[in-house]
């Protein structure tokens, strides 16, 4: 494919990442996290000869980057976003396969179908990035998750009851976060780590959580925007955990 022909596919896309295809074509991702600065905030091991599983991959853009940090296998999976009634397709992830040449492979399941059977096996890593907050039982998909890692799961995630020191999950029955009702919790570090032990990991370690300073800005502009409290917006921020098994 030429790059005025990639281009133009580009073009036709929704995408949510901001994927490098070469040759100056950047795609057009509307993820306000933006693809790039959120790997920073990753914190990802030397993935060298290991096995990758990035579940709710969508445009693909985590798993790509794994196989480009040398993974000996990466398995992208999604199911909401890859064309059963979400926000996007999975045409973003099928054309930047092609043009990176990319060995991802793929499978459609959902988060709460995943285990050892239905994916032929686990993996050494895990990526779990922006999913958490979109399901309705938490700790049964962090189970889900801890059945098909051998080493490592990343989470990703939204967080809430930032106040409170005992673990504490928001619940979301509508809207209430960002006017999507799809999103339907938000732990606490406290929440997190309990539920990622529960679920059989050893040791959780926090690698990133949004700056005060962030927080603050981000709730400015909800209240802005849609009145939203200033105390309730103030504890809610994004953080990323380590779990180890
Ligand atoms: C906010 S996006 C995050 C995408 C990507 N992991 C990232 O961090 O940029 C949430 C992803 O989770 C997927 N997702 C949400 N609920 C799901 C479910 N029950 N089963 C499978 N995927 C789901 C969506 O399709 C979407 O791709």
Same mark, same amino acid.
């Given at each position: 494919m030429s790059p005025q022909e990639l281009r133009a596919e580009v073009a036709r896309i929704p995408w949510w990442h901001h994927i490098n295809? #070469?040759?100056g074509i950047v795609t057009p991702g509307r993820d306000h996290e933006k693809s790039v600065p959120k790997l920073d905030r990753l914190a990802l091991p030397d993935l060298t000869g290991k096995t990758v599983l990035d579940v709710g991959a969508w445009d693909g853009f985590f798993s790509f980057e794994a196989e480009r940090r040398g993974a000996s296998r990466v398995l992208a999976t999604d199911y909401f976003c890859w064309d059963h009634g979400g926000w996007?397709?999975?045409?973003?992830? !099928?054309?930047?396969? *092609? %043009?990176?040449?990319?060995?991802? !492979?793929?499978?459609?399941?959902?988060?709460?179908?995943?285990?050892?059977e239905a994916l032929g096996g686990?993996?050494?890593?895990?990526?779990?990035?922006?999913?958490?907050?979109?399901? *309705?039982?938490?700790?049964?998909?962090l189970e889900r998750m801890a059945e098909v890692t051998d080493e490592l799961l990343i989470v990703e995630t939204h967080a809430d009851m930032l106040f409170t020191k005992r673990?504490?999950? %928001?619940?979301? !029955?509508?809207?209430?976060?960002?006017?999507?009702?799809?999103?339907?919790?938000?732990?606490?570090?406290?929440?997190? !780590?309990?539920?990622?032990?529960?679920?059989?990991f050893k040791r959780v370690e926090l690698v990133w959580n949004r700056p005060f300073y962030l927080r603050?800005? *981000?709730?400015?502009?909800?209240?802005?925007?849609? #009145?939203?409290?200033?105390?309730s917006s103030l504890q809610q921020g994004r953080m990323t955990v380590h779990a180890w098994k």
């Open positions: 295809l #070469g040759n996007g397709t999975k045409a973003g992830f !099928e054309l930047a396969r *092609r %043009a990176l040449d990319s060995k991802v !492979e793929d499978m459609d399941i959902d988060v709460m179908d995943i285990s050892k686990s993996f050494d890593v895990v990526f779990f990035l922006g999913v958490l907050y979109h399901l *309705r039982h938490p700790l049964l998909a673990p504490a999950i %928001a619940f979301y !029955e509508t809207t209430e976060l960002n006017g999507d009702e799809t999103n339907w919790c938000g732990p606490n570090l406290a929440a997190l !780590e309990g539920m990622l032990r529960a679920a059989g603050a800005a *981000r709730a400015l502009r909800q209240r802005l925007k849609t #009145g939203a409290p200033l105390l």
